[in-house]
């Protein structure tokens, strides 16, 4: 959602990239106390998460859309083919994303072969901190749980949490996890990248997701991050980024939803691309009781203003499966997404 005003810029573009986690998940945490999302686990993975701040209505709507539409894709890629089938989960620049914690305790949780989450090193640090720390948690990890690379990292049998620069190769960075067993090519895996790809340029991002597509006999890409800022909404928010120096390489690359669907076909993703704005997603996917629920929570004024800012937001996804009967093959998002309970 729209940048908060810098507090104070952070001195190198990295540290103020890897601050944009703390944005998101405070966002996520004011969505959550004000009952837009239901997660008993975001706040064990945030400093000092009883003292958020709350966002305004605007922005938590914003954030009930983005994340109940890419919960729900990923649950989509979970259940396809029956909770039989097992899948994998790769999340490049996770944050602070509590979505592991939320499956594995979910109705989806025997789906669940293994789930990587990667980072940049400062922030694999704080969330396996974070985590070794929580006794809710570690529990859902179980015992036998280490961490790694003096901190940077932890393993559990099934989760993974790694400091990976997304902007280096995949074949170094990513591939050893498939070479040591962690992550099996055969089995249907979904690359999530939720507000990351953005932040660097074309060239690696598109190595990142390339990487995926060749890696996995069945692979899914998952897409969320912001576009088309080239009109004056868009200037402003680059400049407010820029402001707190953080600055968005990626940001040209696919300007528009059709070149936001075509980047999966540009990467592998043969069999399925598809792009949608959190606007057009409001509008024709959000059932008309999880509106009646939303709208009683808090009042919004700003309709008009919300539905510019969504409308610079993209859910974007692909998918590859040689197979054209292949279940993976009719991954979408659903007509109506469910009502968050
Ligand atoms: C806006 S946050 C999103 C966090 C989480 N995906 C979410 O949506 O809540 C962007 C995340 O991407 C990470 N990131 C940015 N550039 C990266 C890179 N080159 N390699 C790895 N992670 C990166 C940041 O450190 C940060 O945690």
Known sequence: MLPPA??????????AVRSTDSDAAQARLSAISKGYLFDQFAHHLVPRARFATPRPPLINHGTHVRATALDTLVDEWLVAGGVDVKKQIISVGAGSDSRFWRISTGPLKDALHAYLEVDLPENTLA???????????????????????????????????????????????????????????????????????????????DRVLRWAANTFDVAGGLVY?????????????????????????????????????????????????????????????ISSEERARIAQLEMLDEVEELELVLAHYVIAFGVK?????????????????????
């Open 6 to 15: 810098p507090a104070r810029a952070p001195r190198d573009t990295d540290a």
């Open 127 to 205: 969330k396996a901190m974070a985590i070794r720390k929580s006794k809710e948690l570690s529990a859902v990890l179980g015992d036998n749980v280490t961490l790694t690379l003096g901190g940077q990292g932890l393993e559990s049998p099934r989760y993974v949490l790694a400091p990976v620069d997304l902007r280096e190769d995949p074949a170094q960075t990513l591939q050893p996890f498939v070479a040591r067993g962690m992550l099996d090519p055969s089995i249907p895996t979904l690359i999530v990248a939720e507000c990351v790809l953005v932040y660097m340029d074309r060239a690696a991002s």
């Open 225 to 285: 991050e912001m576009f088309g800022l080239n009109d004056g909404f868009g200037r402003v928010m680059r400049e407010n980024l820029l402001a707190r120096n953080v600055q968005l390489p990626g940001v040209d690359a696919y300007p528009t939803l059709h070149d936001q669907a075509a980047r999966f076909r540009q990467t592998g993703f043969v069999t399925v691309q598809r792009a949608l704005s959190l606007r057009t997603i409001r509008a024709t996917h």
């Open 321 to 341: 499966a040689s197979d054209p009967e292949s279940p993976f093959a009719s991954w979408n998002l659903p007509a109506a997404l469910p009502v968050v309970r």
